[in-house]
Structures are given as C-alpha cells and as structure tokens.
C-alpha cells in the first residue's frame, strides 16, 4: 500500500466522523491515547485519532480498494470517450460514398458537446454544486466497483470534505471537461485518418434558407481558425458546393480544413480551457483544505484529546459487550517483552523470575497504575505481552475490558491463569467462565510455561 497523502488523511478523518453520526461513538480509548502521545494541535491529533480507528476497523484498506474501484471506472470512462469519439467522426463523414452535408456533420461533431457545456456553465453559475453528469457517472461506478461495507462512508464522506471549499465542483468538471476534450481528440484523429484514407465531397443543402446565410455563417464560423492558418472556403466555393458540385479538389481541401479547424477551435479548445481551469482551481483549493474544527462532533473531542487536566476513572458508559481485540500490525510493533498482573494478593507471590530484556509493569492495582502502563505501551507497543489474572476471581466486566485495552497495545498477547496458593483449589466453573471470557476476546490462555514464551517468543 502507497502512504496517505494529505487528502486520504482528511478524507478518512471525515468518513470516521460520518461512521459515528450514524452508528454512535466507537471504542476509541486507545486511538486517544495515541493520539495525545503524538502532540500537535487539536486538527493533528483528531486526525492520529481517526487513522487509528481507520487502521483498526478496515476502513484505511477500503479506501485503497476504493481508489482502485476509482481508477478502473475511470479507465472505463475514458475507454467509453474514445470510442464515442471515433463514433462521432464516422457518424459525421460516413464511408464516402454520399457528399458530407458539412453543418450536419459539424452538428454531429459539436452538438451534443455544446448542449452539454453549456449545461454545465449554467450549473456553474446558478448552483453552489454545478453540474458534472459525467463525474456523478464516475462517482456511482466507483462504489459500484469497490463493493465494501466498510466503503460505504467514503464517498459521501469525500463530498462533504470537498465541499467546505466548494471544490467537488471544480473536480467532477475536471473530471467531465477532460473526458470530453478525450472524445473531441479521439474525433479529430478519426477524422484526419478517414480523410487521409478516403475521398469526400462537402455540401450544404436548404429548403428554407438561401445561400448567402450559408455564406455568412460559414465565413463567421471560419474566421476564429482563420487566425491559426485553417483555410475557409470563399464565398464563390460556398455557393458552388450548395448546387452539390463537389468534385473540385480546392473545394474538398477547403471544406476539411474549415471543419478541422472549427472542430478545434469551438470543440476542443473551450474543453480544453476548462479542464485546465478546473485543474488550476483544484490544486489551489486543496492545499487549503482543513477540517471544520467547530463541527460539534469535534468539539467533543477537545477535552478528551487535548485535556486541560488529566482525570482518571470510569469516564463513559459500559459497553454492552467488549470488543473484540485488534492488535497492532508487526510494522507497528518494537522488539519487547512486557510482564503485567492484574489484582493479585498477597497470597500469590510475584514477580517471578525473568530475563532482563522481560519489562516488569508490575500489579495494576489501581487506577493511576493503569494509566501509567497504558501510557507507556502507547509509546513503545511491544511485541509480547503476557497478562497475569488470578483465577479465584471473577472475571468482571472491568477486568476484561483492561485486558482488552493492554491486548490492543501489544503485538501478541496472552493470558496466564495462575496456580492457586498451597492448600487451596481453583473453582472449575470460575476456570470456564474465564475460559469463555477469553475466547470471546479471542485471546490465547498459556499455562505451560508462560515465561519461556515471553522471552523467546516460542513455547
């Protein structure tokens, strides 16, 4: 996977924030606590926050594959311009066996680019969104193609964030300017090859109207590629060519050059104009892309990512069941060994005895000790990790959501259920809800030599 550009990372900041507006806060006490060992400001750490939970929950790997989705719908888009291309210029000249009709050609050629472009300019200027049919048509196959429950955010997600600076517009003109001026390129060239390959004649034909409209219209349309050199059929041609002769080779160079050039100058060139304006406006508007800190859902992240003083205890309420454990990747953890219990008496003797690369943390047996020790695993995320619970105790429900919460800072965590004391028995039913317990939490139980695991790394 590529690294996240500046863009992803906002754009994954939102698609989190979206993801709770509908489901409703995510367990994110470690994803904080990372993020205020990172510093920076408030936008910095709510962004460590949301990458965090992106990582944890898949969404960071469904915006590659949405991307990807992106880039394949985009190909197709661009596949589908430059058949339709081609398909205007054959629709425009024929086979060559009839005389072009020129301005029913040109309307073939330029037609619907027109209707179109101008829809799209009136978009522009009348609504804050414009109009970009083709951009809607890339975002749609986009998701289509990437078909993740975790991608469902995204795109709207991208929408709202491109939004606060009015730039999906310019984006999806981008994106409907440059498929377009993709097309009227693709015409050209098919154009150029029919009329290398193949001999036309050019005429005008009416009903209604009389020649000298057909004169002026042809000069005025002609005058804009007149200043680049493209010849224009004089009036003596144009005339010549409305009573169907059309065997006059200056006639026929004549014609094809000022349909060449009227292509260019009113198809291809507005075009391309526009997509290097978008272009301009794009970049421009994303570098001063930022989140909208005063979004309600990020104001209350404040106090709880850049807290004015630290407050230990239960702060929010039990879930109604713990969640599962989703620990760090291998790239994200360092080569360490840390050795832990959780309210032990002093009945159990402890520690016992380690190598000196093993971390003793001591017993958590309160709540600044725990603190402490979540702190400190936030910094260095250490390989292993081994966790040891007395087993005459119930495992409630504080309990485990501590292991849940020790067991997303360490690369491999397990469980040891200590002996019980000389002279005393353990209760096989309080054994299996432990059991139980810690399936649920997907975590692994060792009690054949736990030590020599935490060292090594093999059992």
Request: charged share 20%.
């Amino acid at each position: 996977m590529t690294a996240l550009t500046p863009l992803d990372t906002l754009w994954l900041t939102e698609a989190v924030r979206l993801r709770e507006a509908q489901a409703g806060p995510l367990d994110d006490l470690q994803a904080c606590r990372q993020a205020r060992t990172a510093q920076g400001d408030l936008a910095t750490r709510i962004q460590h926050r949301a990458l965090h939970l992106a990582e944890r929950d898949g969404m960071k790997s469904a915006l590659y594959r949405w991307k990807q989705g992106a880039r394949l719908a985009l190909m197709l888009l661009m596949l589908l311009s430059v058949a339709s291309g081609a398909g205007l210029a054959f629709a425009a000249l024929g086979d060559g066996r009839a005389p072009v009709n020129v301005f029913w050609a040109l309307g073939s050629l330029l037609g619907v680019n027109l209707l179109l472009l101008l829809g799209w300019s009136l978009g522009m200027l009348c609504t804050r969104q414009g109009s970009a049919s083709l951009g809607q048509v890339w975002l749609w196959l986009s998701a289509r193609l990437a078909r993740d429950a975790q991608a469902v955010q995204l795109a709207p997600a991208l929408l709202v964030l491109l939004q606060r600076q009015r730039l999906e517009r310019w984006a999806l003109g981008l994106l409907s300017n440059g498929l377009w001026l993709l097309a009227l390129l693709s015409a050209l060239v098919v154009m150029l090859a029919l009329m290398a390959t193949r001999r036309y004649g050019f005429v005008w034909e009416t009903t209604i109207l009389g020649s000298e409209t057909f004169v002026g219209l042809t000069q005025a349309l002609g005058a804009l590629p007149a200043w680049l050199g493209f010849s224009v059929p004089d009036a003596e041609m144009i005339r010549a060519s409305g009573n169907s002769l059309t065997g006059l080779e200056d006639a026929r160079q004549s014609w094809a050059a000022w349909l060449v050039g009227v292509l260019l100058i009113y198809g291809i060139l507005p075009r391309l104009l526009l997509a290097g304006l978008c272009l301009w406006r794009w970049r421009r508007g994303r570098q001063a892309l930022r989140l909208d800190l005063e979004d309600p859902a990020y104001l209350q992240l404040r106090e709880r990512l850049m807290p004015s003083s630290e407050r230990l205890g239960v702060n929010d309420v039990a879930p109604a069941q713990v969640h599962q454990v989703r620990a760090p990747t291998a790239a994200m953890t360092r080569n360490g060994a840390v050795l832990v219990a959780i309210e032990l008496d002093d009945q159990q003797p402890w520690p016992p005895a380690h190598a000196d690369s093993v971390v003793n943390a001591g017993v958590l047996d309160s709540r600044e000790s725990r603190h402490r020790l979540l702190e400190h695993l936030a910094h260095t995320l250490p390989a292993r990790l081994l966790i040891a619970c007395d087993p005459r105790r119930s495992p409630d429900r504080g309990s485990l959501a501590l292991i849940a919460e020790l067991a997303r800072s360490a690369g491999n965590t397990r469980l040891w259920l200590l002996p019980a004391p000389p002279g005393q028995q353990l209760d096989p039913e309080r054994l299996d809800d432990w059991q139980v317990a810690l399936r649920d939490l997907q975590l692994t139980c060792t009690d054949s030599a736990p030590m020599n695991w935490l060292e090594t790394g093999h059992d």
